[in-house]
Nanobody, 124 residues
Framework: QVQLVESGGGLVQAGGSLGLSCAAS????????MGWFRQAPGKEREFVAA????????YYADSVKGRFTISRDNAKNTLYLQMNSLKPEDTAVYYC?????????????????WGQGTQVTVSS
């Protein structure tokens, strides 16, 4: 089994920055692609960013492209999301996810493991 634990959420003013981390534990050898998703109140969970095992391939939602950066440190079994130029519409619970397959995908249903989420609130 794999456990994912997010940290780093909080309250920030619009235009500010925040960094999220996701620590993986357990059978981390089965983890390949990883991603970040978010869910705002009353909305469906949506894709934010994803990264391949090597970190050589990254994908972003259009809404965060140029503002967010996903990265990972496999030696530390940790996934990161650096969020800059934050907007009130970025307010959501952010979830870390991992899948047992190599291919990086965006649909949330194709991820096998999920963290409990961390709240990010951007004030205007």
């Amino acid at each position: 089994q794999v456990q994912l634990v997010e940290s780093g959420g909080g309250l920030v003013q619009a235009g500010g920055s925040l960094g999220l981390s996701c620590a993986a534990s357990g059978r981390t050898s089965v983890i390949y692609a990883m991603g970040w998703f978010r869910q705002a109140p009353g909305k469906e969970r949506e894709f934010v960013a994803a990264i391949s095992k090597s970190g050589g391939s990254t994908y972003y939602a259009d809404s965060v492209k140029g503002r967010f950066t996903i990265s990972r440190d496999n030696a530390k079994n940790t996934l990161y999301l650096q969020m800059n130029s934050l907007k009130p519409e970025d307010t959501a619970v952010y979830y870390c996810a991992a899948r047992r397959a190599v291919v990086v995908v965006t649909p949330s249903g194709q991820y096998d493991y999920w963290g409990q989420g961390t709240q990010v609130t951007v004030s205007s």
